[in-house]
């Protein structure tokens, strides 16, 4: 048996249909997915002056990596039972078995097509959202974030500086306070010895550099014995200032705005930082994009199966399976992402988990069919 089947005409010819049907349920499903309510919202602010018309366009262009990334799997299991279901009401399906193909042989086109959509899938994931969705942002001003508190530990991981900014955008930070921690420790409290508080900052990349400060200092009482002001001071220096604005920077960023290789340099660093939820959730997004863009196969042969169907068979019934798994694979993901963000499972088995369930499913529903 040959690992690879000469290529014939039935080949192409399902491969053309399921590829055309397929990329109709993609249009039609991000047409769905953008009309009702962001293209009204941006019509809106076109019309009322908020947006100039270029910036519109630009931002609905810059939405559709977001849309294509869960339209990939939709469409391919509506493209395929579609045509599958449509082979079958002619008794194509029934021709093809009569002169000796198997269901492994009759799908083949179709996983080689689901192979070529899980590459495009994984692509838009890792390059194409977080590209779209930092253009889209960068079109409407940035993030300015509020109240992000960095601690600075020593080797004993004891925290010997607490950054607290309140507000920044791109390098510069506004209101920053810095509580400098005294050595000593009392049941578990960490004595201060001064407190700064700066109007701005600035980070540079070796250092943060704070301007217009006042400094209050502080007896072990915790009474303020003096107060002083300067122009600048340093606070963070080296790899902890890196670090710092790195940890800052992702703050107020979802992991879609994140590609695989910045992600995975992310993770590495919340782990060192003893993070621990935000590293367990961001490890199971990161895990996701490899699995994820792997259901593509499955919901194919999914697609495949539910579209087997006989002659006087209802339509309705392997569409209202299909539409019912995809509800249950994308209102689940949240569940899972907060079983590995508390802990409750490791982040790999909240990822794997989902793909695993349709796997099974596919299985047993094969073994119903009896094909």
């Given at each position: ?204 990349p070796d250092k943060w550099v704070l301007n217009d400060i006042t400094q209050y200092q ?88 539910l579209g087997f169907s006989k002659p006087r068979e209802q339509k309705l019934i392997g569409?209202?399976?299909?539409i019912g798994c995809i509800f249950v694979y994308y209102i689940t993901l949240p569940f ?36």
């Open positions: 048996m040959k690992l690879f089947p000469k290529i014939t005409i039935y080949d192409r010819y399902i491969f053309t249909q399921v590829a055309l049907a397929t990329f109709v349920s993609i249009l039609l499903f991000t047409v769905v997915w953008i009309a009702p309510e962001m293209l009204l919202s941006t019509i809106k602010k076109a019309l009322a002056g908020t947006y100039t018309i270029k910036t519109a366009i630009l931002i609905l262009f810059y939405e559709l990596p977001l849309i294509l990334g869960k339209a990939f799997p939709v469409g391919l299991l509506l493209g395929t039972l579609f045509t599958f279901d449509k082979l079958s009401k002619d008794s194509e399906l029934t021709i093809f078995r009569a002169v000796g193909l198997s269901f492994r042989r009759i799908i083949a086109p179709v996983i080689v097509l689901s192979i070529i959509v899980t590459g495009l899938c994984f692509i838009t994931g890792d390059k194409l959202i977080p590209y779209s969705v930092n253009k889209k942002n960068a079109i409407k001003g940035g993030y300015i974030s509020t109240q992000y508190i960095y601690t600075q530990k020593d080797k004993n991981d004891i925290p010997t500086k607490a950054v607290i900014v309140s507000k920044f955008l791109q390098t510069t930070m506004y209101n920053v306070i810095v509580l400098d921690f005294s050595k000593k420790q009392y049941n578990d409290v960490h004595q201060l010895n001064n407190i700064y508080h700066a109007k701005t900052g600035k980070n540079y502080i007896t072990s009482d915790g009474i303020f014995i003096d107060i002083d002001k300067f122009d600048t001071m340093n606070i963070l220096e080296g790899e902890d200032a890196k670090n710092a604005f790195t940890l800052m920077t992702y703050s107020v960023k979802k992991e879609r705005e994140i590609n695989n290789r910045d992600l995975k340099n992310y993770i590495k660093l919340l782990k060192k930082e003893n993070l621990d939820e935000e590293y367990r959730y961001m490890l199971n997004k990161y895990l996701q994009r490899f699995f994820h863009p792997c259901v593509c196969i499955l919901l194919a042969i999914m697609g495949a199966l569409f209202t399976i299909a899972f992402d907060l079983l590995a963000e508390k802990g409750v499972l490791h982040p790999f088995i909240t990822a794997i988990f989902p793909p695993v369930a349709f796997l099974c499913a596919i299985i047993a529903f094969y073994k119903s069919k009896d094909l």
